[in-house]
């Protein structure tokens, strides 16, 4: 498990190995065909910043090669805002007094309906809160079974499972998971999310491995960037990459970088990310691991978007509505975070064109499964 394998990795080291790296540091890891975490460290450090064109240059030809000119598209369909959850920052938190929807299976179908409109979307992203007398794990498999006909890809972002009920959700048309662990920081974990079976650490770390073990085909990883120093935290979250590999190497692998937004509740980062620390992240990530999927999400605003969409990002959101039943009409339950993205589905994919990529609605078929 990847709880034993972390403890060798102390926080305030790490974040202190990252501040002393040199430019030498950085040239050594550039100059490099397969790099180590240590070189991670480097290029994602300060001292690196004079770097970033090198890098942006690398990171493209290595996205050029690997994945082609293209963006995957994907969209997410929010079933449940119930959640039994406190973090601090999130507007769905149990404290947080606002009308709590949990979509019935008609309403399900409606949404599937309402996003296929919107366009050819094959990859669905099914997001729930943690509730699991309202959205546990027969809700959710009632959800694929409705959500199936209308999609190849189906991932869900729910709260962490047992191994065997990965394993029983592949069985109805799951094929990826993405959990995102929020900060690996576990001196600091609980301040975040103080009660609810997420205050338990181990638990959301382990996660994965459950996942891995049950075979689930694609795996998403993620940390929540305005928590703890993003820095200390990518670098573990890459060891929890390498480790993942390393032990699951049938899984495909994804990850995120969000950068937190005020929620309703009034919450805010304690670490804001640039836009240029945000490009340099994602430069470095791509030079460390040169296959995993780049994902943004309509966080980002449009011209960011387009700008990174040609240096390291392999996947995006588009017309993405944050509450449950949001697609088909404008509900009055709330986002669960702001989006900055709000064109249409079919301009986001006319100006990947206009750029000279390919977007890809389809890179799985119900076949495969
Ligand atoms: S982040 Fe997820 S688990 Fe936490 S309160 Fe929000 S919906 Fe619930």
Known sequence: MFSDEIKQYD???????????????????????????DDFMALISPAAVPYLEAMARRSQGITLRRFGKTISMYIPMYVSNACTNHCVYCGFNHDNPLKRTTLTMDQVKAECEAIRRLGPFENLLIVSGEFPALNGVDYLERVLHVARPYFNNLTIEVMPLKERDYERLTHSGLNGVVCFQETYNAARYGVYHPRGMKSIYEWRLNGFDRMGSAGVHKIGMGVLIGLEDWRTDVTMM??????????????????????MCPAEGGYQPQVVMTDKELAQLTFAFRIFDNDVDISYSTRENPRFRANMMKLGVTSMSAGSKT????????????????????RAPLEVAEEIRRLGYEPVWKDWDKIFD
């Open 323 to 342: 509450e449950p039943g949001g697609y088909v009409s404008t509900p009055d339950a709330l986002e669960q975070f702001e989006v900055s993205d709000n």
């Open 11 to 37: 926080w305030d080291d790490t974040t202190r190995a990252i501040a002393a790296k040199t430019a030498a540091d950085v040239e050594t890891a550039l100059s490099k065909e397969r790099l180590d975490v």
């Open 238 to 259: 890459a060891r929890h990459l390498q480790y993942l590999r390393r032990n699951y190497w049938r899984t495909r692998y994804s990850i995120n970088f969000p950068r």
